[in-house]
Nanobody, 117 residues
Framework: VQLVESGGGSVQPGGSLTLSCAAS????????MSWYRQGPGKERELVAM????????NYVDSVKGRFTISRDNIKSSVYLQMNSLKPEDTAVYYC???????????WGQGTQVTVSS
């Protein structure tokens, strides 16, 4: 099983980034996919989640209206479009796959996002 994140980097406040997570080794279309983040000195928090069909999403309040999660079940990939980035969005962002009935609980290695002027 692999979840490989990419797309992180450094950006100025107000900028945009798109994170990608490529999955392999499990039935991607059977998994709920999420993005988590862990900022400096903070606990890991759930940022966004998308259901298996890709037609239902949820976001933490702090990113609503700025971030968009999406998935492509053909490409076994999940994305996080991040707009209007703020310094408080600085964190390591992790991709996560879950499916309780299939005992899926998989994490990627994380990608760093730094928002600074």
């Amino acid at each position: 099983v692999q979840l490989v994140e990419s797309g992180g980097g450094s950006v100025q406040p107000g900028g945009s980034l798109t994170l990608s997570c490529a999955a392999s080794g499990f039935i991607f279309s059977a998994a709920y996919m999420s993005w988590y983040r862990q900022g400096p000195g903070k606990e890991r928090e759930l940022v966004a989640m998308i259901n298996r069909a890709g037609d239902n999403t949820n976001y933490v309040d702090s990113v609503k209206g700025r971030f968009t999660i999406s998935r492509d079940n053909i490409k076994s990939s999940v994305y996080l479009q991040m707009n209007s980035l703020k310094p408080e969005d600085t964190a390591v962002y992790y991709c996560h796959a879950s499916a309780s009935g299939l005992h899926y609980n998989y994490w990627g290695q994380g990608t760093q996002v730094t928002v600074s002027s």
